[in-house]
């Protein structure tokens, strides 16, 4: 597989692509709960695949590096960043503050410092200002396409694409939720861009394969509700693991292709193409 081959490249022996989306996973949730700024949760797994690119660790430290990368993003980006304290709860108390420092200190080591990332959101509002629809429109949209390129951070696939890339992916799978396919917002995200239309429909339908992943792996709600680290929780006050609930987008895609597919029928000259073999919901496999 493609994302073995990635994860391997990365000079690791013992880390596989399964570990990485889990523990990316994970660093979601946290990045939720403490209601943190939208470009930690991107910059800290930037953080992670830089490091993952330099040295070898073994399975057991991957949550650790997790945990550090997410604190030294918080400090970069937030006024009142999470305590390391908070952190080793998150971890079930699986590593100790000392080893928190430590793996902290590392990573700045082997980044040499080098901490100011570009990301997928540093380019969302430089794209959608110069987008043809109204502010109102803006700002559903940009919730959308924070919560795909936020999905996509959790994907191997997308550790070797360019940020810009992820962004103008992002918004155009966002624009093509709420919307429907529009050929003329894909001609003008290329002309923003410069970016080719073929590359950005490329990545639009591997951003689609993520998101409808996402969407399989989620199961209906239980009665019951697990309580946080933070104490007993109500599901009114549980928080999405995104900046859109991928619930709200898995409603809205299921309406859009109800619609899409009641159109279909009603067309005597519908070609069947490729495309809709391509996107079914693909389940992890552990």
């Given at each position: 597989?493609f994302?073995?081959?990635?994860?391997?490249?990365?000079?690791?022996t013992d880390?596989q692509?399964?570990m990485r989306?889990?523990v990316?996973e994970w660093?979601a949730?946290?990045c939720s709960?403490?209601?943190?700024?939208e470009?930690v949760?991107?910059?800290?797994v930037n953080?992670?695949d830089?490091?993952l690119?330099?040295?070898?660790i073994?399975r057991?430290?991957?949550?650790?590096?997790?945990?550090?990368c997410?604190?030294?993003?918080?400090k970069l980006?937030?006024t009142?960043?999470i305590?390391?304290?908070?952190l080793?709860?998150?971890?079930d108390?699986?590593?100790?503050?000392?080893d928190?420092?430590?793996?902290?200190?590392?990573?700045l080591?082997?980044?040499?410092?080098d901490?100011?990332a570009?990301?997928?959101n540093d380019?969302l509002?430089?794209i959608?200002?110069?987008?043809p629809?109204d502010?109102?429109?803006?700002?559903?949209?940009?919730k959308h396409?924070q919560?795909?390129a936020?999905?996509?951070a959790?994907?191997?696939?997308f550790?070797l694409?360019?940020p810009?890339?992820?962004?103008?992916?992002a918004i155009?799978?966002?624009?093509?939720?709420?919307?429907?396919?529009s050929?003329?917002?894909?001609?003008s995200l290329?002309?923003?861009t410069r970016i080719?239309?073929?590359?950005?429909?490329?990545?639009?339908?591997q951003?689609?394969?993520?998101?409808?992943?996402?969407?399989?792996?989620?199961s209906p709600?239980s009665?019951?509700?697990?309580?946080t680290?933070?104490?007993?929780?109500?599901p009114?006050?549980?928080?999405?693991?995104?900046?859109?609930?991928?619930r709200?987008?898995?409603?809205?895609m299921?309406?859009?292709?109800q619609a899409?597919?009641?159109?279909?029928?009603?067309?005597?000259?519908?070609?069947?193409?490729?495309?809709?073999?391509q996107?079914?919901?693909?389940?992890y496999?552990?």
């Open positions: 597989m994302q073995e081959r990635l994860i391997s490249n990365c000079v690791q880390i692509s399964y989306k889990m990316t660093m949730e946290v709960e403490q209601r943190m700024e470009e949760f991107p910059l800290s953080y992670l830089r490091f690119c330099l040295r070898d073994k057991t430290q991957l949550q650790l590096l997790g945990a550090a997410m604190f030294l993003a918080s980006k937030e009142s960043p305590s390391g304290e908070q080793v709860v998150y971890t108390n699986s590593i100790s503050l000392d928190l420092t430590k793996m902290e200190s590392l990573v080591q082997l980044l040499k410092w901490l100011s570009i990301v997928p380019f509002d430089h959608l200002h110069r987008m629809f502010k109102c429109d803006v700002r559903v949209i940009k396409a919560t795909f936020a999905l996509c959790t994907d191997c696939n550790m694409t360019p810009s890339m992820i962004a103008c992916a155009g799978s966002a624009l093509k939720t709420l919307r429907g396919h050929g003329q917002d894909l001609y290329h002309v923003i080719d239309m073929e590359l950005i429909r490329a990545c639009m339908e951003v689609e394969t993520t998101v409808r992943s996402c969407m399989s792996m989620l709600p009665a019951e509700h697990t309580p680290k933070s104490g007993e929780a109500t009114q006050q549980e928080q999405p693991t995104t900046p859109t609930d991928v709200e987008i898995s409603i809205m299921e309406s859009q292709n899409a597919s009641a159109s279909q029928q009603q067309s005597l000259q519908y070609v069947h193409h490729p495309y809709h073999q996107h079914q919901a693909v389940p496999v552990y």
